[in-house]
Each structure stands twice: as structure tokens, then as C-alpha cells.
């Protein structure tokens, strides 16, 4: 089918009207049918030219090829297919849509974490069944995973206590010490370079602390409290996130001007694979770029700048070029020693 809003919502109602013996729909009165679930839906409308261009495209074997026939009734046309027993919702899907719907089916198939998943196991092995794709040959689309990652199995039930607003207490470990008792109110579940975080409210911090970030591969155990009440989030939750990279927010801290100087090849990369959203191409020239940046700094952005090693160079302010210093001296230090 042919692309464009809403088009394949007009197609289904022209199938319909089309479908219809009870009653002659003319040109107007399949504008209406139209315009009528478009308005439900989302409020739209669409003009007689553009049923005309529907029809037209639905006619032609890229559409479909229907077996429409328009019939006069006076100066006037109704349209009806030849084939009562004719529908667009029949007709078997193309090639590339075919593929396009394995690839849908290995991507949901991967994902190990969605909620209520016996479900999903069961929809896809019928859509499999269905389309015929159990045979698939390997997918054109590949996504990065880690399947192994701890903390994985928490994510169900956390997701469900995030939709039906239940606090829940946590068995929480940090490296190479005693897990210990947190009480949160879960806000969202949000990943960071293909891990888990649980974001929420802690009571027992939020004097300091608006929000923490639990990592999912350090929780040892869970419990929902039914009793307890739920403390929602004030604002969004997003806004803690906006002026960082990572998911590492810093309370009281304003952003902080960056200016850094990107040598090729790296530059290309960092342009078209931007850190930030507030980030911006200062000057280009043909060995380098000067880029800016307005953001916080964290553990997380220098990190990243490390990646780059010595194609990048922080220009200002001094201080973060120093910590990148720092952190690059010892780099150096860990590769000279035996």
C-alpha cells in the first residue's frame, strides 16, 4: 500500500464501504465514512481529490489491483467491487513486507525483558506460524544485547510496579560489600549503555537525593508493598536526565559551557553521532572541528571523551580538561606497569 497519513485507515474504510451490498456509496458518501473515523481517531479530515487518488492507487497492482467497478445511478456514481467476497485484508503480503515483518518478529524475539512475556512467546510463535516464517534466513537487522546481564528476571515485576504505583523494597548490593534493605517508589525504567536502571524515590535520602538510580544487576531480591503509599514524582522525570550524559544526575549543579576540539577522523563520528543534544559545530576545518557543548559533566561524559583518546582535546573549561588529564595519566600509568 501506498504511504502517507492515515492512508491505510481510508484504504480499510473504502474495503468496507466497497464491501457493502446493502447500500450505494457515492463519491461523497465515501468521504464521509472516511472522515468520520479519521475525526475519531485523530481528528483529521481528508477532500474528495484525495479518496479519488485512494481509489486510484487501489486500482493499480501496487495498491492491490481491486475489482472495483463504478457503476451510474443517473448523473451520478456509486462504486462497489465485482467480488463481494474480494478484500485488501486478504490479499497476501509482498516480499518486503514479508521480510520487513520477520525482522519485527527477530527483534521482539531478542528482547528478553518485555513484561507479561509468556504472552509475547506465544503471539510470536503464532505470527511465525501464521506468516510462514519459521524459515527465515538470518535477519537483516541485528541488535546489540547483552542476554547474560544480571538483574534481567527484576525487570517484569518492576515494570508492573511502576504501571500500578507500588512502592517496593529492595535486597541491594554494592560491589564487594552486604546487600542491604532500600524502600523505593519506582518512577521509570530507563537504559544506559546496554544496561537496567530502576529510577525512584528513596524515602530514606530524598532530603538530599530528589531521585536515585538503582542498576537492576545489583538487586538481589525484591518485594512489593501493598501497603504501602505510593509517593508519585513531582514534574517529569526526564528533566533530571536532560543536562547529563548517562544516568548519573547531579542535584544543585548548573551546565557547564564546553568547548573541545575534535580531529579527523573522530570529528565525522562525533558529528554525526552527536553526545548531546545541546551539542553544536563551532568551526570546521579540514583536520578538525571545535564543538561545543552545554551540559553537565559526569563520570559518564568523561568517559566517553576517553573514547576518543587523542582525537579529542578538551579546549575549556580547564578544570575538566584536567580531570581528563588526570584520568589519562593514570591510563598510562596501568599500561607501563608489569
Known sequence: MAQGKNAYIRYKVLDRCFRDSRRHYYMEDLVEACNEVLYNYDGSSISERTIREDIHFMQRQAGGGVPLERKM??????????????????????????EMLSDTIQMLSRFKGLPNQEWLDATLVQMKSTFNIGQAKASYVSFSQNEDLKGLKYFTPLYEAIASQHVVSLEYHQFGRPSYNRIIHP???????????????????????????????????????ENEKFSSIKGDVENYFKDIVGVSPKFGESCQHIVF?????????????????????????????????????TYEFETIMLTYADNC??????????????RAKNIVKFCESE
Open 261 to 297: 576540539k575534535a580531529y579527523h577522523p573522530a570529528d565525522s563520528y562525533i558529528v554525526t553521532k552527536p553526545i548531546h543534544h545541546s551539542q553544536r559545530a563551532v568551526e570546521r576545518h579540514d583536520d578538525y572541528t571545535i564543538l561545543s557543548l552545554d551540559l553537565i559533566p
Open 187 to 225: 518512577y521509570q525504567l530507563r537504559q544506559y549503555n546496554n544496561r537496567w536502571f530502576l529510577v525512584g524515590k528513596e524515602p530514606a535520602v530524598s532530603d538530599v537525593l530528589p531521585i536515585v538510580v538503582v542498576p537492576l544487576d545489583r538487586i538481589d531480591d525484591y518485594k512489593i508493598l
Open 73 to 98: 445511478d443517473g448523473h451520478r456514481a456509486y462504486y462497489m467491487y465485482s467480488d463481494r467476497n474480494f478484500s485488501i485484508q486478504n490479499l497476501p503480503m509482498s516480499q518486503s513486507e514479508a
Open 313 to 326: 582535546e578538551i579546549l575549556e573549561p580547564l578544570d575538566l580538561r584536567g580531570k581528563i588529564k588526570e
